[in-house]
């Protein structure tokens, strides 16, 4: 395909998923790739992860629907990592995930040696930020490179006019911003003894500041952007959903969400607000521009913290970070995920009219009586009524208190299987 003299193709749209479930709706909801945590050797060590037998299930999900599976292994290893490693790379040969994310050669190595036939991608944390950098990994054997955060668009499209066509470019696309250079940051451990570059990261960026002059310990000066103090770490979040054209000209292969500790309502958002931006710019740009009220829209029901555009067109200044609190704007609660629907749940007692149920684990309470939104993967947001709730043993309530409790919940409009259920907060309050 071409436009304005330029030829691109259709890039990957990749999703963290932190369990089987948020896998599914990744993939339902509109990835062509998800990535995700093994039990050890990934970044994300807080994250639930998956047990070999819950790999396997997403692996075998995704590639029924036709996407793919990249698994983290991207820690910077010590020597006490290496036997481990070596038997968790055996696992994941039988399990065939389509590519491993690696940012140590130590690590490299040992994938090369035992799995040849994965796909190995080189994770932002080995500081991807030259053309010869993607180079020496190529020789090497590497399919695909993750920039460094810190690169320009002027910066890839060069680095894309001097690799081989062969050699995928990663980039960013969406989600939280480290503040240390492309993710390698000691303040965790500093502070904690929890090494950030190990998977521990306990997020020392995100918290409140004050100094302290030298000869007056004990004596906190706050640094005062308001009567609140200062988060002088605390970054904005990555947005470039405005931004399709230029990520596309840049000569970018796989377009990258963060978010591998994100809830399922917020992978759904993020998964179907892009893959329409990129669908639609695909099949013209007028239609693009004519839709992007609604990208932004839906993309403010996820979870973030203001929105910046990173490295992409300058070097970040002082806008780019917040000052005055570390907490996410989040419009909508997450209320479930259908697993399985039904005419009836089972007898309904007193004469009560039969419904529409579906069976849900619920995430936060809802009362019968609420208004909330059917979220499908089509785009549509569906309003429907809470007509009625049962519990799993048939136990007529009226609201869901206890997160993680299974319910048999009545709709006033249908709902399918994987479709999401959430209710803003404007009509909670």
Known sequence: MKKDGFRMKKPELLIPASSLEVLKTAVLFGADAVYIGGEAFGLRAKAKNFSPEEMK?????????????HVT????????????????FRELKELKPDALIIADPGMFTLAREICPEIDIHISTQANN?????????????????????ELSLREIKEIRERIPEDMEIESFIHGAM????????LLSNYFTGRDANHGACTHPCRWKYAVMEETRPGEYLPVYENDRGTYIFNSRDLCMIEYIPEMMKAGID????????????YVAAVARTYRKAIDDYLESEEKYRANMDWYRSEISKCTYRRFTTGFYFHKPDESAQIYDNNTYVNEYIYLGIVSQTADHAMDLRQGEQQGLFVRIEQKNKFCVGDEIEIMKPDGRNIPVKV???LTEDGQRVESAPHPGQVLWVCLSSPAEKYDLLRVSKQKES
């Open 57 to 69: 299930q997403g692996i075998e999900f995704a590639h029924q629907h036709g996407a793919k599976v």
């Open 73 to 88: 292994a991207n820690i910077l290893a010590h020597n006490d990592d290496l036997a481990g490693a070596e038997r968790y």
């Open 129 to 149: 930020t030259n053309y010869l950098t993607y180079l020496f990994w190529h020789r090497l054997g590497a399919k695909r490179v993750v920039c460094a955060r």
């Open 178 to 185: 480290c503040i240390s250079y492309s993710g390698r940051c």
């Open 254 to 265: 796989s377009f990258k969400i963060e978010g591998r500790m994100k809830t399922a309502l």
């Open 387 to 389: 007509v009625s709730m």
